[in-house]
Every structure is written in structure tokens, then in C-alpha cells.
């Protein structure tokens, strides 16, 4: 009798050292619920995050062609190629430094546009990002102008 309820003790703890499929079951149901309502959340803070990088970056270049036009009497550079490579000094013929290392880009990886036009105006460049949607002129493009 003793070895029987030894038995019937070894059975109670093996059985209750487990889960059960339902208890498996409900805890995967509220990770999907939680993992529904925290998802979609994380993904509108990261396209926020690329459009805040975004508009830094325009910040910086704008910085760097604003010096590039003290530089260089008031005016500023046709297209950012001269920024990256200005060419040699007409008087000493050394290789002028660049204002940029490399081709701007925005957060999605795209290159940045810049676009000035020499009217007589005092206006700035225009410098944008198409913005996650990779398309011109469309209300997610990223600019350092005023949108209506």
C-alpha cells in the first residue's frame, strides 16, 4: 500500500509540472493582442523619426552651402558637385577643399535635391527629400520651405 500511494504521488507531480495546451494557447493569444496594438504604434514613430533625420540633414547642407556662398562672393554653388568636388584654386592651382565628403542623402537612403536658381533674387535654395514615398512633389516630400 505504501508503494501505491508512493506512486499515485509521483503521477500528482508529473502532471502538474507542465502546461496545458490551453494555458499555451492563451498565453500566444494576448502576445498577438499586445503585439496588434504595439506594432502599427512603432512603426508610425519610425517613419516620424526618418522625416525628423530627414529634415536635419537639409538643415546641415543648407549650413554647408550657405558657407560655401560666403566663401564665394554671395554666390551659391550651381549643383552639389562643385560642394563635393570645388576643382583647383585658379591662382595656385591646388585642389580646393570639399564642403561635402560625399552625396547627401536622406533617411531612406535616397539622394537629397537641391535646386538654385540665379535670378537676381535674394532667394535660398531649394534643397528636398522625396520622402517615403520616393515621389516629387507629393505632400510627404521633406523640404526647407513652406508647404501649403
Not at 512603426?43 to 564665394?72: C, D, F, M, P
Not at 554653388?77 to 568636388?85: C, F, R, W
Given at each position: 500500500?505504501?508503494?501505491?500511494?508512493?506512486?499515485?504521488?509521483t503521477l500528482r507531480i508529473v502532471r502538474r509540472s507542465g502546461f496545458t495546451l490551453l494555458e499555451v494557447l492563451l498565453v500566444?493569444?494576448?502576445?498577438?493582442?499586445?503585439a496588434a496594438m504595439v506594432i502599427p504604434n512603432l512603426l508610425g514613430?519610425?517613419?516620424?523619426a526618418y522625416i525628423k533625420a530627414t529634415r536635419t540633414s537639409i538643415a546641415g547642407l543648407e549650413s554647408a552651402v550657405k558657407l560655401y556662398a560666403s566663401e564665394n562672393d554671395g554666390t551659391f554653388p550651381d549643383s552639389l558637385e562643385k560642394m563635393i568636388n570645388p576643382g583647383t584654386d585658379p591662382v595656385t592651382g591646388k585642389q580646393l577643399p570639399a564642403y561635402l565628403e560625399k552625396e547627401p542623402k536622406d533617411a531612406w537612403k535616397k539622394p537629397l535635391q537641391y535646386q538654385y536658381t540665379n535670378d537676381g533674387s535674394l532667394s535660398k535654395p531649394k534643397i528636398w527629400s522625396f520622402g517615403p514615398d520616393s515621389q516629387d512633389g507629393t505632400a510627404d516630400d521633406v523640404t526647407n520651405w513652406a508647404q501649403n
Amino acid at each position: 500500500m505504501n508503494r501505491s500511494r508512493q506512486h499515485s504521488q509521483t503521477l500528482r507531480i508529473v502532471r502538474r509540472s507542465g502546461f496545458t495546451l490551453l494555458e499555451v494557447l492563451l498565453v500566444l493569444a494576448i502576445l498577438g493582442v499586445i503585439a496588434a496594438m504595439v506594432i502599427p504604434n512603432l512603426l508610425g514613430r519610425q517613419q516620424e523619426a526618418y522625416i525628423k533625420a530627414t529634415r536635419t540633414s537639409i538643415a546641415g547642407l543648407e549650413s554647408a552651402v550657405k558657407l560655401y556662398a560666403s566663401e564665394n562672393d554671395g554666390t551659391f554653388p550651381d549643383s552639389l558637385e562643385k560642394m563635393i568636388n570645388p576643382g583647383t584654386d585658379p591662382v595656385t592651382g591646388k585642389q580646393l577643399p570639399a564642403y561635402l565628403e560625399k552625396e547627401p542623402k536622406d533617411a531612406w537612403k535616397k539622394p537629397l535635391q537641391y535646386q538654385y536658381t540665379n535670378d537676381g533674387s535674394l532667394s535660398k535654395p531649394k534643397i528636398w527629400s522625396f520622402g517615403p514615398d520616393s515621389q516629387d512633389g507629393t505632400a510627404d516630400d521633406v523640404t526647407n520651405w513652406a508647404q501649403n
